[in-house]
């Protein structure tokens, strides 16, 4: 089970802010606790799994909250509201950020959380075959994004006949 802590809060740290990345560690490994015995071998893609539905939790509960917020703010606004603006993340993750949310969370397990395919399937309750498939999509779809920002990268090809 300690295995498991580590790469599960990586995963989280990468995905949400460090309270609801304590909140949703602790609420997936109680999970695991209460669900022991169909722990698999290879525990570390199935946690990731438990811990990726708890974060889908937690995030429906935020969007709840927030609009609850905002309703009061409508008919009771307060007298200043604190401007949370994010920074600069950087063009990858602008990249990433684009993509569906199936697209962007195979290409986070394989990149940030370094899975193997067979671990991405097992956390998305896949197949290995789909997996690979929907890497294959994903990846391609990021190099397009990243094309659109920062320009086409590396050489540009050029037909017979034409000049460069």
Do not use: C
Not at 69 to 78: C, E, K, N, V, Y
């Amino acid at each position: 089970m300690r295995d498991v802590v580590e790469p599960v809060r990586r995963y989280l740290g990468r995905r949400t802010d460090e309270a609801t990345a304590d909140d949703v560690l602790s609420e997936a490994m109680i999970v695991l606790w209460r669900r022991l015995e169909d722990v698999p071998e290879d525990a570390i893609p199935w946690a990731i799994g438990v811990a990726r539905l708890q974060l889908a939790n937690a995030e429906r509960a935020q969007r709840r909250q927030r609009r609850l917020f905002a309703r009061i703010a409508t008919i009771d606004p307060p007298a200043a509201v604190a401007d949370h603006a994010e920074g600069d993340t950087g063009y990858i993750r602008d990249a990433i950020a684009r993509l569906k949310p199936g697209e962007a969370e195979v290409v986070r397990l394989w990149a940030w959380d370094e899975l193997s395919l067979e671990q991405i399937a097992a956390s998305l309750g896949i197949s290995v075959n789909a997996a690979t498939i929907r890497l294959h999509r994903a990846r391609k779809k990021l190099r397009e994004e990243i094309g659109k920002t920062t320009g086409a990268p590396g050489h540009t090809a050029v037909k017979e006949g034409e000049s460069a």
